[in-house]
């Protein structure tokens, strides 16, 4: 049920894809995605509690990221119909809808949408973070890069986090 109209979906299809945070994705601005490298830019966050505006990320680092080709296929059609809807946020966010960034609620409750049509538990945005790091470590991908993709502190973070899927 991807439509363009609704960003709450591919704001979640990109955390699925990508482990990234809720406030790191309602940051992203046109210029963060490069469609010919498939990779993301991740430099902000979005203040969503207090200021409504940007923020350093969570642990004020910068990171570059690949992102699948099917993904990017459907992130680029959100991308080119937000752009040729002239009516583009003054912030230049990605997933802005008439100058709104859609809220946290609102993510989550898409989400619970799908997990009901899924038949499946019902999760917030967040717990979006921990399929992807899992689904890599079970595919032995390099802890540390794991680490540095979620933007974690550090590798030990990342390996307390997910030290059942090590197991």
Known sequence: ??????????MLILQLATGMRIGEVMALQFKDFNFLRNTLNIEKAWDYHDTN????TK???TRVISVDKATMAI???LYDFQL???????KQRMFAVNGKI??????????KRACKRADVQTV??????????SILLLNDVNLAYISR?????DITMTANTYSHVLK
């Open 1 to 10: 049920r991807i439509n363009p109209t609704y960003t709450t979906r591919y």
């Open 53 to 56: 505006d940007f923020k350093p």
């Open 59 to 61: 642990n004020r680092d």
């Open 75 to 77: 992130l680029k059609q």
């Open 84 to 90: 040729s809807q002239k009516v583009i946020d003054s």
């Open 102 to 111: 859609p809220d946290v609620n609102s993510v989550n409750k898409t989400l």
């Open 124 to 133: 917030t945005s967040h717990a979006m973070r921990h399929p992807h790091a």
């Open 149 to 153: 993709r979620l933007g974690h502190k």
